[in-house]
């Protein structure tokens, strides 16, 4: 199938097995941002060593063999804990480059930079390591504040086109409650960028039908993070919605899994349900609710390894 950039290093696609495509392990939001003060700061850091390889053990255990890293420099990337966890759990981990969003955090000297400087930077974590070692990310991620993005967002937004056009890796795009995501559509069309290689994550905070089909209609992948969160709604919701899009033929473009970046999802923290909760619980019921089981297994299967795959540079 091709080769996938994990932490420990290339390994083909088809070695990812049972994949969360938008997950974190080691987290440390205390850069800035609303989400790194107070009781969401304290609940957002990820910072206990021995825990990150216990919730990695449990997930190997549990028949989980890919988590992809979803903590960036400016929310407390931690290239080393990343590695030891691999190392220790067996898991395969792959990690990005790039940015969240400006509400959660941004080096000041982001305003000052080009789209170049940008660049540069993502290509050197893409091909030479992060943070002064030879580990190297695999993807980029971007995102956008809610209902608006700001102009270093859209900064980092064509610079991540850009620079994963030059290295072969996917970019994928953090959205605040579900929002934004036509408008990340359209800069990235703007950039000549081909929109298979481009990910949307959170869109079920926002579980708008025509949203979602207008971004599968421009050629993008969807992850559905929210299952199981019931402090949002009910997971009815998004499941009729899942199975709409593929109704619509979109089977291909959808990905499924849990974002847990808090304390409080992880039993090793003291809090619940933990990784194995959407392969344990939330797959077997889209199987017992009609859905076809090759179709659910592309969303934790199929579509993560091609779409992680990277391709040929341009």
Same mark, same amino acid.
């Given at each position: 199938?091709?080769?996938?950039? +994990?932490?420990?290093?290339?390994?083909?696609?088809?070695?990812? &097995?049972?994949? *969360?495509?938008?997950?974190?392990?080691?987290?440390?939001?205390?850069?800035?941002?609303?989400?790194?003060?107070?009781?969401?700061?304290?609940?957002?850091?990820?910072?206990?060593? $021995?825990?990150?390889?216990?919730?990695?053990?449990? %997930?190997?255990?549990?028949?989980?063999?890919? @988590?992809?890293?979803? +903590?960036?420099?400016?929310?407390?990337?931690?290239?080393?804990?990343?590695?030891?966890?691999?190392?220790?759990?067996?898991?395969?981990?792959?990690?990005?480059?790039?940015?969240?969003?400006?509400?959660?955090?941004?080096?000041?000297?982001?305003?000052?930079?080009?789209?170049?400087? @940008?660049?540069? $930077?993502?290509?050197?974590?893409? +091909?030479?390591? *992060?943070?002064?070692?030879?580990?190297?990310?695999?993807?980029?991620?971007?995102?956008?504040?809610?209902?608006?993005?700001?102009?270093?967002? $859209?900064?980092?937004?064509?610079?991540?086109?850009?620079?994963?056009?030059? +290295?072969?890796?996917?970019?994928?795009?953090?959205?605040?409650?579900?929002?934004?995501?036509?408008?990340?559509?359209?800069?990235?069309?703007?950039?000549?960028?081909? *929109?298979?290689?481009?990910?949307?994550?959170?869109?079920?905070?926002?579980?708008?039908?025509? %949203?979602?089909?207008? #971004?599968?209609?421009?050629?993008?992948?969807?992850?559905?993070?929210?299952?199981?969160?019931?402090?949002?709604?009910?997971?009815?919701?998004?499941?009729?919605?899942?199975?709409?899009?593929?109704?619509? &033929?979109?089977?291909?473009?959808? #990905?499924?899994?849990?974002?847990?970046?808090?304390?409080? %999802?992880?039993?090793?923290?003291?809090?619940?349900? &933990? @990784?194995?909760?959407?392969?344990?619980?939330?797959?077997?019921?889209?199987?017992?609710? &009609?859905?076809?089981?090759?179709?659910?297994?592309?969303?934790?299967?199929?579509?993560?390894?091609?779409? %992680?795959?990277?391709?040929?540079?341009?």
């Amino acid at each position: 199938m091709g080769t996938v950039r +994990t932490i420990l290093g290339d390994i083909d696609a088809k070695e990812m &097995g049972f994949t *969360m495509p938008h997950e974190h392990i080691r987290t440390d939001p205390a850069g800035g941002g609303t989400k790194a003060v107070g009781h969401e700061g304290s609940d957002h850091a990820l910072d206990d060593q $021995e825990k990150a390889v216990e919730i990695c053990v449990a %997930y190997k255990q549990g028949g989980g063999d890919t @988590l992809v890293e979803a +903590t960036p420099k400016t929310w407390g990337r931690n290239t080393p804990g990343m590695v030891e966890a691999a190392e220790k759990s067996g898991v395969h981990v792959i990690a990005c480059c790039g940015v969240i969003c400006e509400e959660h955090g941004m080096d000041p000297k982001t305003s000052e930079l080009t789209i170049n400087d @940008l660049v540069d $930077e993502m290509i050197g974590d893409i +091909t030479e390591g *992060m943070d002064g070692t030879s580990h190297k990310a695999g993807w980029i991620k971007c995102g956008t504040a809610y209902m608006q993005v700001t102009a270093n967002e $859209e900064k980092f937004i064509r610079a991540g086109a850009r620079a994963a056009t030059k +290295t072969g890796v996917p970019l994928h795009a953090h959205t605040s409650n579900g929002t934004m995501g036509i408008e990340i559509c359209e800069i990235l069309q703007d950039e000549k960028f081909d *929109m298979s290689r481009m990910i949307i994550a959170h869109v079920d905070r926002n579980p708008d039908l025509w %949203y979602h089909r207008e #971004m599968c209609k421009a050629g993008v992948s969807l992850i559905y993070d929210g299952p199981g969160k019931a402090k949002y709604y009910p997971d009815t919701i998004r499941i009729d919605i899942l199975r709409q899009l593929v109704a619509d &033929g979109y089977e291909d473009q959808l #990905m499924i899994c849990n974002d847990f970046g808090r304390k409080s %999802y992880h039993a090793p923290y003291g809090g619940a349900p &933990g @990784l194995l909760w959407l392969k344990d619980r939330f797959v077997p019921r889209l199987i017992s609710e &009609g859905f076809d089981p090759e179709v659910v297994h592309k969303f934790n299967y199929e579509n993560p390894q091609r779409i %992680y795959t990277m391709v040929d540079p341009a």
